[in-house]
């Protein structure tokens, strides 16, 4: 929630942009390139407050204070990995935390966000799903972290970001009320090409839907891990509101819009869901919705004793995909040393914190 009943900039769609602060300029009978200057200290300056649009008469920046606000995170914790990997813990304004990830590779500098406080979903892999859900991040909240990483990675001479995902802490199509606004920011307002920005989702049929009818090509991240119903159901509950027939029918819509690529994320669960016997069931959905499928080592969490699958494994299972004419990437795991996996960094966090207030409990 922005910190009082002012509109937060952040979250406006440029075109609402546009047209609040022609309207407060309006009234106030200021000139024209006043809204104009405004958006550039968003978009381009990526200014972190009003009182910083430093072209602005004071009593402008005094006025614009008294109607709008500019939601921003504050950094409560940078950690950096040995191999390149920074992942932040914001602070929001109450008090709440979330996280994001930048990811450098060879060609790219990717940049994972959070979309919820916590998660609903409970998915029994995943470290934000043992934390149970806090609350909806705003347009504004998501649209943030991007600004703040950018600074970040501009002040340390990081390079450009060039791909966001939502793969960081909340299931995106839970948050559709923010979570597409968000997206329309991030492509119409910073100029971050849709191609280049994924959604991933555990699978929301009726998000995946609403998504498919967007007329920009955001990418799709299914976060399959099994294909089958029973094993699907035992790690994402979700599975039992949309079984995987439904979402593959949602999946096809998806693909039909053309141009529209679908990713499967499969973690591999030592024992669980990386019997060799799984591959061609997998293969088969794959091909019939055109996916790239993304095989993820699991990163042990605190609250299972699972382990990943061993790489031969992995191997294995690859081979038998790409034997089946889908093509398979073999991920490797970033940032363990600073805990990158989904939820980790908050969760140790939030320990600490509750160790620090003298909390015996939960
Ligand atoms: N809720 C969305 C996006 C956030 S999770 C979703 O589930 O898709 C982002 C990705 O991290 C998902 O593919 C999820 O399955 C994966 N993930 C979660 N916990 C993990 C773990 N312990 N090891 C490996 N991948 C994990
Ligand atoms: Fe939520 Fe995604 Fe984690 Fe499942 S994997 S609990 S949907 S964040």
Known sequence: M???????????????????????????????????????????????????????????????????????????????????????????????????????????????????????????FCATGWGGFDRQLTAGEIVCQYRASRRWVEKNERGPITNIVYMGM??????????????????????????????????????????AERPEQFRLALSLHAPETELRGSLIPLEKRHPLPELLEALK??????????????????????????????????????????LIPFNPIPYQDWLPSPPEQIRAFAAVLEAAGVSAAVRETRGRDIDAACGQLRGHTLVQLEKGRGSATT
């Open 253 to 294: 819509k998806f693909d039909d819009g053309g141009g529209k690529r679908i990713t499967f994320e499969y973690t591999m669960i030592g024992g669980i869901n990386d019997d060799l016997a799984l591959a061609p069931k997998l293969a088969k959905i794959a091909n019939q919705v055109r996916a790239f499928v993304n």
């Open 2 to 124: 922005p910190p009082t009943q002012a509109t937060d900039l952040l979250s406006l769609t440029p075109d609402e942009l546009d047209l609040a602060l022609k309207e407060h300029f309006e009234a106030r009978g200021q000139p024209a390139y006043r809204s104009a200057q405004v958006r550039r200290w968003i978009y381009e300056g990526l200014a972190p407050s009003i009182e910083q649009m430093t072209d602005l008469p004071v009593g402008e920046r005094e006025a614009l204070h008294d109607r709008f606000a500019m939601v921003e995170a504050e950094a409560a914790q940078v950690a950096l990995s040995e191999d390149g990997t920074v992942k932040h813990l914001w602070r929001l304004a109450d008090g709440e935390l979330i996280e994001s990830v930048l990811i450098p590779s060879r060609k790219r500098m990717t940049l994972c966000i959070s979309s919820q406080a916590g998660c609903a979903i409970g998915c029994t």
């Open 170 to 211: 909340g299931e995106p199509l839970a948050n559709r009320k923010s979570v597409f606004p968000s997206l329309t920011i991030l492509n119409q307002g910073y100029g971050v090409g849709a191609r280049r920005i994924t959604v991933s989702t555990v699978g929301m049929v009726p998000g995946i839907l609403e998504l």
